[in-house]
């Protein structure tokens, strides 16, 4: 019987971005992938893909069993696995991400843009969206209205929000006004929850519609800078051992 982390040989250079079934099949065929140093012929044959020490034409494939990536999502994309009709985040990564079991923690908006962390840790993601855990997340806003210290009082005793998609008493949250002119303003929120469409409804609940919304951190961790939007990267060790204490 097969061990219970074996996979086909085929599925797994595929999964890691080698080629499609049908590409990895023929260069099996022709010799140049070797299985802990002896030449597959099989592209069916069972491989253990966190020991078996697999290359093409000589380079040495990494296989991590867990990847985390952290994305700026961009406007226009829906936060979901899969969708028939629109555009996924998971659509801007490679396959192998979704072989690998990977989904985003947590949701932004289709118009919101910024850090959402895809993860094939269900656990992980599960912590991080937990309300119990308390991560909180810091989103820049710019809104229509004049915002000023009586809404960081508000933000701070905990908004009754009533509107139209139902009614909650939100947790004590962060408003720091970086800019107010008349009739626009640019915020930074700190909120440790996330409820349906939170940051515009408090911010709406103030006087203050959201025309803009961008989340920058979760936890301790902040969107890279370097990414844009639609851009991705695999997080460091040092950036998903800062999520795991976070979340821990
Ligand atoms: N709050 C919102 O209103 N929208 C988001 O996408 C995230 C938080």
């Not at 850090?115 to 969206?129: C, F, P, V």
Request: hydrophobic share 40%; aromatic share 4%.
């Amino acid at each position: 019987m097969a061990a219970r982390n074996n996979m086909r040989l085929d599925k797994l250079l595929s999964m890691l971005g080698e080629g499609t079934r049908a590409q990895v099949k023929e260069m099996i065929r022709a010799g140049r992938v070797t299985v802990d140093g002896a030449a597959a012929r099989d592209s069916g044959m069972q491989v253990d893909p966190e020991n078996s020490e697999v290359c093409i034409g000589g380079r040495r494939l990494s296989y991590k069993a867990v990847r985390h990536v952290m994305l700026n999502k961009p406007q226009n994309t829906l936060t979901a696995a899969r969708d028939k009709k629109q555009k996924t985040v998971m659509d801007l990564l490679p396959p192998m991400y979704a072989a690998m079991g990977c989904m985003p923690a947590g949701r932004l908006d289709k118009d919101t843009e910024g850090l959402l962390i895809i993860t094939s840790d269900g656990q992980l993601a599960h912590r991080i969206i937990s309300p119990k855990k308390d991560v909180s997340k810091v989103y820049f806003a710019r809104v229509a209205g004049t915002l000023g210290d009586e809404d960081i009082e508000a933000f701070a005793g905990g908004l009754h929000i009533k509107d139209s998609d139902g009614e909650f008493d939100a947790k004590p949250a962060g408003l720091e006004i970086v800019s107010a002119s008349d009739g626009a303003s640019e915020v930074r929120v700190r909120v440790s929850e996330g409820k349906y469409h939170q940051v515009k409804r408090m911010l709406a609940a103030c006087g203050a519609p959201v025309v803009y919304l961008k989340r920058e951190k979760i936890g301790a961790l902040s969107l890279d800078p370097a990414l844009a939007p639609g851009q991705w990267r695999e997080m460091t060790e040092e950036e998903a051992a800062l999520l795991e204490q976070e979340a821990d």
